[in-house]
């Protein structure tokens, strides 16, 4: 009964608002504790922010690729895109703020019109690390992006690209066809440049997201794999592997809904919390900026439309100290980031 009642809600979850009702609800009742009772009961809440450092920013999810768990809804016909205007807002707060971290994301957030000029005018600030969330594959996708390490290099970026595996198979089912050599060929061409290499400043790290229903396995010995088999069979160097659960919400969920798989997904969550990895959640230090300029306490919130607790909610009104004092909002998804290890947009959180 329950898979036919979540399969007739499944084209229903486009909507954002849909999709936190829905995991408001979802099979949690008497049997499993919400996300809220469960921090109750560790003594974290409410979860409050600590100092904020990293801005990161969604600046569109126009995207080349579809991937099938994507917490974004990315793809190539997806036409939000951040303004120009939203951009000189931010440099603004990174101008008269101590943040010391910008991070930008989409999408595939080298699509924007206005990508590189706002990379070149925020690496004259000089934040401490600058860091953009790439696909790898945009680098192949048309000779316009040829030069992007080169681009990269020239303002110190600090390149962190998904990779779901270091095999073929697992990594274009997750993905697409296609996606493994182009990807490997872009890894390769960051490494031309600098990227990865010990001896260099130049910073490449991976990102790991299971291509199932199930959580990471240990961080350190993926890590440790990776290297290895990317060294020997495409001569490929990076500096760290960061392991993220895979949230249900977005394309994920619908996943979860039509392999039958959300039920049991969620109790592995519920049961997997860990409250040493509440500490180091990322909504904590961290501030999420939509691509139309509003402000969430993570990209997760972001993409069910949660936006922070605080009575400025757009980038026009940002006040740190207000939202220094804000309480974080939470719901069922936030499982996702407390379950064994950990989860944030920098990996494990312990």
């Not at 600046?59 to 974004?72: D, I, K, L, P, T």
């Not at 061409?189 to 790290?205: A, F, P, Q, R, T």
Request: a negative charge.
């Amino acid at each position: 009964m329950l898979a036919k009642s979540l399969k007739k809600r499944q084209s229903t979850l486009a909507d954002p608002r849909e999709q936190l009702k829905f995991l408001s609800n979802g099979i949690f009742g008497s049997e499993l504790p919400t996300f809220r009772e469960k921090i109750k009961e560790s003594n974290r809440l409410p979860l409050r922010p600590t100092e904020l450092e990293i801005l990161q920013i969604n600046v569109g999810y126009m995207c080349n690729q579809v991937c099938a768990h994507c917490h974004v809804d990315a793809g190539p016909d997806r036409k939000e895109i951040m303004t120009w205007e939203t951009m000189e807002m931010i440099l603004d707060i990174l101008r008269t703020t101590s943040v010391n971290t910008l991070d930008l994301t989409g999408g595939a957030p080298e699509m924007n019109p206005h990508f590189r000029k706002f990379v070149e005018e925020a690496s004259k600030i000089g934040v401490k690390d600058f860091i953009v969330r790439s696909n790898l594959t945009i680098i192949r996708a048309n000779k316009k992006y040829y030069d992007l390490p080169e681009f990269f290099k020239e303002h110190n970026v600090h390149v962190v690209s998904s990779l779901p595996f270091y095999r073929k198979e697992k990594t274009d089912k997750q993905r697409g066809n296609g996606v493994f050599d182009k990807s490997i060929k872009a890894l390769q061409m960051l490494n031309e440049v600098g990227y990865g290499k010990i001896d260099s400043h130049l910073k490449l790290d991976l990102v790991y997201n299971p291509a199932g229903a199930f959580l990471p396995g240990d961080q350190a010995g993926l890590e440790s794999e990776f290297k290895k088999q990317l060294m020997a069979d495409f001569g490929v160097e990076f500096n760290s592997l960061f392991t993220i659960t895979n949230l249900p919400i977005s394309r994920f969920l619908e996943y979860l809904i039509a392999s039958e798989n959300y039920e049991d997904y969620m109790e592995a969550l519920v049961d997997a919390y860990n409250p040493m990895a509440v500490d180091g959640v990322m909504c904590r230090n961290t501030i999420s900026v939509s691509y139309d300029g509003y402000l969430y306490d993570c990209d997760f919130n972001q993409m069910l439309e949660m936006k922070v607790a605080s009575r400025g909610k757009h980038i026009s009104e940002f006040n740190l100290e207000e939202l220094s004092k804000r309480e974080i909002c939470i719901s069922q998804h936030c499982y996702g980031c407390t379950a064994g290890a950990g989860s944030s947009c920098q990996g494990a959180t312990v």
